[in-house]
């Protein structure tokens, strides 16, 4: 597959200052970082990612009044970026935050007077014994009118507020505990202070204009803070995804795994131990009272005691406690049952033991494989971190000006960037390589539909041209009209140049191309345009249609059907044992060859073998008779020796690697690539009928929207229009989504994988 050379990188560097070289290779726009490891531990937090979280706080208020966009950042170190933009942020707060209160006030300021506004021309009788109370109590109201009761108070409801008349002795008191309640409290001559809405409107108006005007000022700082907080997050979510610590975390990460397993080590010893005595006792033991047994004690030994050898192991009975393993009484009362448990407990640590190994030694692989340095000086590499990249050949020199420039604008850390490593990409293993095909144009513009289905992994084989070719032939074979395939070429054209702004120019060039080849069997294949025959149009071709399927006097010709529908099995017989062809390269390509012989090649051998059985039954029905010398081979034994071929390679593999920890899914392989070859012959091939059907549809809904159209007379212009306009949109939906499942399931199912992953390089404004 054409795939671009790809350089991978390593650079280690500390913690604080990795961020800052993320940042100078993503202005460069070349590296792909790769992703850290679940078991490798990842570095502290940098000191700029703290700052940053200031910058959102800031933001946060005044993106409410300003629609930024993005600016391009200067090559300078991140975190001086960082810090004069919180400067001159924290300057802008403040006005924003005086504005912003005024605002606040002027609208409260404002719904009090709305609520109030018809009480100024209220008329409340004053008197020196009762003081009047205006009150808001909202929600509030059933409380408010309870509390003003208990103090013997009368209250009247005007609107949303509450008048109330109180005692002047109580009046204090009732308004401090109706304020309590959340209720706002006015006595009159602060009702006749308030000024009126109109007022508080313009005031709020300007208030609110002025802190627009203030946030459009300062809107250069704006967007290029906004654009900084984009750029930070881009770095964090690299640095918290991709860093890799070289220091005293992934050391600890070390320690756990050993002292765990020196762990597991002394217990399994111990229990060695005990069942070595326990077998050495035969059928029981009595302890005598006060006694226990200790299997090789710490000597001397205080307390009275009995030391002997047993099976090359001492064994110590000792009156009171000791040091050493101590075999539990219970045990020796019975012995049998004691090392029945002992052995249970043995095969538990062995397998604890085994799994803690393993785990320890996958954590060594991928340490040696990801660390810069793999040298286990956790201390000499303290709160330093590293990170994986990769760049193409050609950029290599883009990302050596990147750490130059690096170096030299963050003069303070120039013994940051220790090592720098890099080796080429078929030194990188397989499953971790990211993938990158260049093809020219049209075939490059067929990777948008072949990645819908996946990506492909850098050790397969590609799909990308196959689509290419497939996916035009198999939507022009269901949609071959002359017409039709016209219009389809025009939406191409207008969408690589007009449509959208050329946003969607890729594809216009796959419609284009998709409309051509329509327009291809339209006037080759089949000989018609607008559900017309083109001799019928006064068009005249040297050669008679290839599928003969529709005529004068009878709308459908058998002939020409069956002879489609041989034509469409055979293509998907060839394609699917293509497909199956391609497997057992992609099997081999994985470093699988064995499984490719053993399981894959007989898998291909059962499909070839039913598949002419299939054609056997349906060659005298579909005029397939020129396949009758390889038909008449003897397939049922191909068949049987097949099917004896896979399981004989099945069981040989499974014995082969019985104790490999990554033994390759062999069983599954054998199950799903016998039923995979038995549906590829059996429903696959028919399943390419549809080729056949779809532009049977098409035919005969054209031909009735044209003889509705011409009884119609000249109203019939505007009824052929919409009806071929319909079935052009219609069918082209249709055809579009059989052609994907024709690719996806008939043909890339069977051999393509699609798990890799795209090279896609962090690039910062």
């Known amino acids: 597959m054409p795939l671009e050379r790809v350089v991978e990188f390593r650079v280690a560097g500390n913690v604080d200052a990795l961020p800052e070289l993320v940042y100078f290779l993503g202005k460069a726009g070349v590296a792909m970082f790769e992703e850290r490891p679940a078991k490798l531990p990842r570095p502290r937090d940098p000191v700029l990612f703290q700052k940053a979280k200031k910058i959102d706080e800031i933001l946060n208020q005044l993106l409410l009044y300003v629609q930024p966009r993005q600016l391009s950042l200067p ?53 020196e014994v009762l003081e009047t109370l205006v009150a808001l109590p909202g929600k509030s109201v059933k ?47 602060e009702i006749a202070e308030l000024e009126p809405p109109e007022v508080l409107q313009d005031r709020l108006k300007k208030a609110e204009e002025e802190l627009a005007s203030l946030v459009q000022k ?11 907080r984009y750029a930070v997050g881009a770095v964090m979510d690299v640095y918290n995804k991709s860093a890799i610590d070289e220091g005293s975390e992934v050391g600890r990460l070390f320690a756990s795994y050993e002292k765990e397993i020196e762990k597991v080590e002394k217990q399994l010893s111990d229990l ?9 006792l035969g059928g029981g033991f009595k302890l005598p009272e006060g006694f226990r047994m200790y299997v090789d004690p710490e000597t001397p030994i205080a307390a009275p005691h009995v030391l002997q050898e047993v099976s090359g192991v001492k064994v110590a009975l000792v009156r009171g406690e000791a040091r050493g393993v101590e075999v539990p009484p219970e045990y020796l009362a019975d012995v049998e049952a004691g090392r029945r448990v002992v052995e249970d407990a043995i095969r538990s640590a062995e397998a604890s033991l085994q799994r803690l190994r393993r785990d320890l030694d996958a954590l060594e692989r991928q340490y040696s494989e990801y660390s810069l340095y793999g040298d286990k000086k956790w201390e000499e590499h303290n709160d330093m971190a590293s990170l994986v990249f990769y760049v193409l050949e050609k950029d290599v020199k883009k990302v050596d000006e990147a750490l130059s420039e690096f170096a030299a604008r963050n003069i303070a850390k120039l013994d940051v960037v220790r090592r720098t490593r890099y080796k080429y990409f078929d030194q990188v293993p397989a499953e971790r390589r990211p993938t990158l095909e260049k093809y020219p144009t049209p075939i490059r513009q067929f990777t948008k539909i072949v990645y819908m289905y996946g990506v492909p992994k850098p050790n397969e084989i590609s799909p990308v041209p196959l689509a290419a070719l497939l996916f035009p032939v198999f939507f022009g074979w269901m949609y071959g009209d002359l017409g039709h395939g016209f219009l389809l070429f025009l939406l191409g054209v207008l969408l690589m140049k007009r449509l959208y702004g050329g946003r969607y120019k890729d594809w216009g060039i796959i419609w284009a191309l998709t409309g051509a080849v329509s327009m291809f069997f339209g006037a080759f294949v089949y000989h018609e345009a607008f559900g017309f025959s083109l001799e019928k149009l006064g068009i005249k071709l040297p050669t008679a249609p290839l599928f003969h399927m529709f005529g004068e006097h009878q709308l459908v010709l058998v002939e020409g059907v069956v002879a489609a529908l041989g034509a469409a099995f055979v293509l998907g017989f060839l394609l699917i044992f293509l497909a199956f062809l391609s497997k057992i390269i992609n099997t081999v390509l994985k470093g699988e060859a064995d499984v490719a012989l053993g399981v894959v090649l007989p898998q291909a051998l059962l499909f070839l073998s039913l598949a002419m059985m299939f054609f056997s039954l349906v060659k005298e029905a579909l005029h397939l008779t020129f396949l009758a010398p390889v038909l008449s081979l003897p397939w049922l034994y191909v068949l049987v020796g097949s099917l004896v071929w896979s399981g004989v390679g099945a069981f040989a593999l499974r014995a082969r690697y019985k104790h490999h920890e990554e033994a390759p899914p062999i069983t599954e392989e054998f199950i799903v690539g016998i039923v995979e070859g038995a549906l590829g012959a059996l429903a696959n091939i028919p399943s390419f009928a549809r080729l056949v059907i779809l532009i049977l549809i098409h035919g005969v809904l054209t031909k009735l929207v044209n003889g509705l159209a011409i009884a119609l007379g000249p109203a019939g212009v505007l009824f052929a229009v919409f009806g071929h306009s319909l079935i052009a949109a219609a069918e082209g939906l249709f055809s579009m989504v059989q052609s994907l499942r024709l690719i996806f399931y008939e043909v890339l199912s069977k051999f393509y994988e699609g798990r890799g992953r795209l090279f896609t390089p962090l690039a910062l404004p």
């Open 143 to 189: 409380e408010a009118a309870e509390l003003v009761k208990t103090f013997n108070a009368s209250a009247m409801q005007y609107g949303n507020a509450l008048i109330i008349a109180a005692s002047r002795e109580k009046a204090r008191q009732l308004r401090a505990g109706l304020e309590r309640l959340g209720a706002r409290v006015f006595s009159l001559w």
């Open 272 to 280: 060695r131990k005990i069942k070595l005595v326990l077998d050495s």
């Open 218 to 228: 300062h809107s250069d700082l704006i967007n290029y803070a906004y654009t900084l």
């Open 75 to 127: 090559l300078e170190p991140l975190e001086s970026q960082v810090d004069a933009v919180l400067e001159k942020l924290a300057a802008l707060q403040k006005e924003v935050s005086y504005y912003l209160k005024l605002v606040d006030e002027l609208k409260a300021k404002l719904s009090v007077s709305r609520e109030v506004a018809a009480l100024r021309a209220a008329s409340v009788p004053k008197t």
